[in-house]
């Protein structure tokens, strides 16, 4: 389980951080206890008279509660503060280790689930898989604590332990027995809830100024309503749940020491101290109760995101070496094309032929193009991303920005990227001009998907960015697309002189004469 891999280094401060746990608890209970036999003492003491008072020694029980009171303050803290450490740095591995392992999926596969779900799935379920690591520390404190109240009990002799082990045992199986699987069912549904309105505002969000111009807001909040009404329904019925669980809780505590009280046969001081330990020990007992019904979620957030896991991976059987810069073969019907390193080749035909699936192929983004591509002769559906990734540079005509600044998208192209190589691509890319005239420059935030920008100039950041992966392949698909013609040429002139300095070779897709023009070769996909 990749979750356990992540928590390995952190088990020496899980353990220290149990223990830390474990002792202040006890020490709760123990002060709780004592505190209950002093007061009960020295008022009995008081009444006494002032014989009785002089002979009550108050130094030592009061010193041992200052004692317990340090001594639970230093253990909580220290708990949390190596616990929660302990918990945060295995969530920072985790989250990581997932996006490595989604890489590696097939692309078509996810493709097919919907962003915002993937979104939800790394964002609110690693969040309850948080949750869970924090308070599982407690459970082992529960554990002992309960067991240190019992054996008190046990020990006062007169006090009557027995409702108090029956109230025990109801506290931690009852609920359990009515909650559970309700909880379970509940869990699941308020992750699918979440994930769906995650989905749905992710949709929506992307085609905001549509539904603005089109007047569908209306029509829109009423879809977000529904989703989020059923995420609510899902979270008062929990809620409700845990808090009937709770209610129950008291009760059974309450029942349990007024029958204690009157079965008991003890003094006054030791019935104090016996009562005080039962009920500290309970509540702490109860809690174990709370950590079963949240590990609910825990299960239902690591099944999804198993399921997520799940999703197949390209694999071969036998790892074939590709050349630095490969030989691309393109084989459609009985028609064969060989496009060397360094070379220029155009991907002709009409709207919907498949010239980007094809193109897309080259990266292992997709494996549906009706052509066969062979890279150094070995067919690309074959390969295993880790290679295919490696081979070229895309700049689609959906590029792919990221919600963060223009140098964090530049910087995705490949490590130790200077801001001199930025500018210097964005030259290329002629997108240095516009870029220099936003407020923050490289630092500028561009939004979700570069949404301050707009759509040629998010494909000239997409483009920079490609030129910086230094990649032998460069696919560029409509990379001309809403520019006027003396940018275009521009922009053409310096892709020429780029390609011939740094020999890349270049898959192109366009439909402008001009920028086909830069292309040497030419594939016709589909009929004229």
């Not at 830390?20 to 008022?43: K, R």
């Not at 596969?109 to 915002?116: D, T, Y």
């Not at 032929?353 to 066969?372: I, N, Q, S, Y």
């Amino acid at each position: 389980m990749l979750l356990e891999d992540c928590g390995k280094g952190q088990r020496a401060a899980n353990r220290t951080a149990m223990a830390l746990s474990i002792a202040g608890a006890l020490s709760g209970i123990a002060l709780l206890a004592l505190s209950g036999w002093f007061l009960t003492g020295a008022a009995i003491a008081g009444a006494g008279g002032l014989v009785a008072v002089r002979g009550f020694n108050y130094l030592l029980p009061s010193a041992a509660i200052r004692m317990l009171a340090i001594t639970r303050t230093l253990s909580r803290y220290g708990e949390r503060l190596i616990g929660h450490k302990a918990a945060l740095q295995t969530l920072a591995q985790l989250r990581p280790a997932l996006f490595l392992q989604l890489a590696k999926r097939e692309p078509q596969a996810l493709f097919a689930e919907r962003s915002g779900d993937i979104a939800a799935r790394l964002g609110s379920d690693v969040d309850r898989i948080e949750n869970d690591l924090v308070h599982r520390l407690g459970k082992p404190a529960n554990w002992w604590s309960a067991l240190a109240g019992t054996c008190g009990v046990v020990a006062m002799g007169g006090l009557a332990w027995l409702p108090w082990l029956v109230a025990l045992a109801l506290l931690r199986w009852l609920p359990l027995y009515f909650a559970r699987e309700r909880m379970l069912a509940l869990s699941g549904q308020l992750a699918e809830s979440l994930s769906a309105l995650r989905a749905d505002y992710t949709d929506y969000a992307r085609a905001s100024a549509d539904i603005a111009i089109y007047g569908l807001g209306q029509r829109v909040a009423h879809s977000l309503n529904e989703t989020a009404k059923a995420h609510d329904d899902a979270r008062l019925q929990s809620t409700r749940i845990e808090a009937m669980v709770q209610s129950g809780q008291t009760a059974l505590t309450g029942v349990m020491l007024a029958a204690m009280f009157l079965l008991a046969d003890a003094p006054a001081p030791l019935l104090a101290l016996g009562a005080l330990a039962a009920l500290g020990a309970a509540e702490t007992w109860g809690q174990l109760v709370m950590g079963d019904l949240r590990e609910t979620e825990r299960a239902d957030a690591i099944v999804r995101l198993e399921a997520l896991l799940a999703l197949p991976v390209r694999t071969v059987e036998d790892e074939t070496p590709i050349s630095a810069a490969p030989t691309l073969e393109f084989v459609s019907g009985n028609s064969r094309l060989i496009v060397g390193p360094g070379e220029r080749l155009l991907l002709d035909g009409p709207s919907g032929a498949g010239k980007t699936r094809l193109a897309a192929m080259l990266g292992g983004l997709r494996v549906d193009a009706p052509e066969t591509l062979l890279i150094d002769g070995i067919d690309a559906r074959t390969l295993p991303l880790d290679i295919l990734q490696q081979i070229s540079a895309p700049a689609m005509q959906e590029p792919g920005l990221i919600a963060g600044s223009v140098a964090d998208n530049l910087r995705m192209a490949r490590p130790g990227i200077s801001e001199a190589d930025m500018w210097q691509a964005l030259d290329t890319a002629c997108a240095s001009d516009f870029v220099r005239e936003l407020p923050d420059g490289l630092c500028q935030w561009l939004g979700e998907s570069g949404a301050r920008l707009s759509g040629g100039q998010q494909r000239r950041i997409a483009l920079a960015r490609a030129l910086l992966a230094k990649r032998p392949w460069l696919v560029l698909d409509e990379p001309s697309e809403g520019l006027d013609a003396e940018t275009e040429a521009r922009l053409i002139d310096q892709l020429d002189r780029w390609l011939a300095c740094s020999n890349t070779g270049l898959i192109l897709i366009s439909h402008r004469p001009m920028m086909a023009a830069l292309a040497v070769k030419r594939l016709q996909i589909g009929n004229r």
